[in-house]
């Protein structure tokens, strides 16, 4: 359907404050927005800030930002409105108050009288406020489909074994089994709500050609049509929070094509045990990398915290091979530079997708949440590595040495490089198929209403 079909439809977005909801809600607003959709995308401020200077010129006159003011709690000032850099003591906090957002949130609704609501999981109280305003309500899940799937068959069927054993927690991430079996009912609850209110469908990160049998099992769990979008990459163009006098880019150009590793975690904060490890590992592998470290909020790296945590004369002994950025890296502009050869990664579900849309194969280093069974996935697919921690869960930088080299330079590691390399003319080579049909549900959604 063309664009001019689609001006008169105007979409409320209600992402989850976590920036790796929120990134790929955007994508998804400029995809729409290309096809004549109008977007509203609302979130706290603290939020919309790490997003607003990458909505410029014809953009910012169809996707507009919208303040969600969330209540007073003690202990949450304004600005830990977000996930990022939110100490993990306060992020009970934060979802509490994000649920008291209603009034603020149905007055938004009232005011702008959207044709449609898309919303996040974790927010199934959305499509309510929606529905008595007469507004149809659709779920955006910013996880893989595996993930979704295996989650959703612990709720619905714990007695019973998922059906793809390639996909499971290992022994020492049986917490994380834990979480999802004796996860509070209300939780639980919500998460499935949240799917059954959604209208007629759910849309979903990804796409048929990884994760078609995982699609259509949830599909068949809740008889609801999960339609992927497609990866939602950001475009790897230059961003002003670039530290140019960090001198990344021209230190990359200077190495060897494929030779580099990007060894990015996400937003998690490392304990001082894995700093030592990976440290380890990156220094007796000889391959060159871009390490990027986080620290919580208030810790300041640039008082001496970094070569505190760091073994001493790490920095020394790997001299020019190796660079530390500090709590933020432009990770699609590196990942899509040609001297990267290898993406060392947490396996959250949007660094995951970055890494095949660039052809990078991933050294998998999975830790919370998501991330071990999109590691597994990863390795299903054929498209990367996992370095699997002892029975302790303790990571060895022996292991992570042996197959970083394995997978950046090693003969046994040749099928892996190709398999990510074909995913990558893969991804090319499909375009905006999955956007199309999601803009054909969309508008038939919203004429129907």
């Not at 893989?144 to 793809?164: D, G, N, Q, V, Y």
């Not at 709500?193 to 599909?219: A, N, P, Q, W």
């Not at 300041?300 to 890296?329: M, Q, S, Y």
């Not at 054929?382 to 394995?406: C, F, P, T």
Request: charge should be negative; include cysteine.
């Amino acid at each position: 359907m063309g664009a001019e079909k689609n001006q008169s439809i105007r979409v409320l977005m209600l992402p989850w404050l976590v920036y790796g909801h929120i990134s790929p809600y955007l994508e998804l607003a400029k995809k729409l927005t290309s096809r004549g959709f109008s977007i509203y995308l609302c979130s706290t401020p603290a939020t919309l800030r790490c997003i607003d200077k990458k909505i410029t010129g014809k953009l910012s006159q169809s996707i507009k930002l919208v303040p969600l003011f969330l209540p007073p709690l003690p202990g949450l000032l304004p600005e830990l409105h977000t996930t990022n850099g939110l100490p993990s003591h306060l992020m009970p906090t934060l979802k509490a108050a994000s649920d008291l957002s209603v009034n603020d949130f149905s007055n938004i609704l009232k005011q702008l009288k959207p044709d449609l609501l898309i919303y996040d999981v974790v927010q199934p109280w959305a499509p309510l406020v929606a529905k008595e305003l007469n507004i149809p309500a659709v779920e955006f899940i910013t996880s893989s489909s595996t993930m979704t799937a295996f989650m959703f068959h612990c709720f619905r069927k714990p007695w019973i074994e998922f059906p793809f054993p390639n996909i499971y927690f290992r022994d020492y991430e049986y917490s994380e089994m834990k979480r999802l079996l004796e996860c509070d009912p209300k939780e639980r609850d919500g998460a499935c709500e949240g799917v059954e209110r959604s209208c007629e469908i759910v849309l979903v990160k990804g796409f048929r050609d990884t994760e078609g049998k995982y699609i259509d099992y949830v599909t068949s769990l809740f008889g609801k049509k999960f339609i992927p979008v497609g990866p939602l990459v950001q475009e790897p163009i230059p961003d002003e929070k670039e530290d140019e006098s960090s001198g990344i880019f021209s230190w990359l150009d200077m190495k060897e094509r494929k030779s580099t590793v990007l060894f990015h975690l996400g937003v998690s904060f490392l304990t001082k045990e894995d700093m030592d490890e990976i440290a380890y590992g990156l220094e007796v592998s000889n391959i060159n990398f871009i390490w990027v470290v986080r620290f919580p909020k208030g810790a300041n790296g640039h008082n001496g915290l970094l070569e505190k945590t760091l073994p001493r004369g790490f920095l020394e002994r790997v001299g020019d091979r190796g660079k530390i950025l500090e709590g933020w890296a432009p990770q699609t502009r590196i990942l899509g530079h040609e001297n990267i050869g290898g993406f060392v990664s947490h396996c959250g579900w949007n660094s995951v997708i970055e890494s095949m849309n660039f052809g990078v194969p991933i050294i998998a280093v999975p830790i919370h949440h998501d991330q071990p069974v999109n590691a597994r996935l990863v390795e299903e697919v054929g498209v990367g590595v996992e370095v699997v921690r002892d029975s302790n869960k303790r990571l060895s930088g022996e292991r992570l040495a042996a197959v970083i080299e394995q997978v950046v330079m090693e003969d046994c590691g040749e099928v892996v490089r190709q398999k990510a390399a074909e995913m990558r003319e893969k991804l090319k080579s499909k375009g905006d198929e999955e956007i199309d049909v999601v803009v054909k549900e969309l508008v038939t959604l919203c004429n129907n209403s």
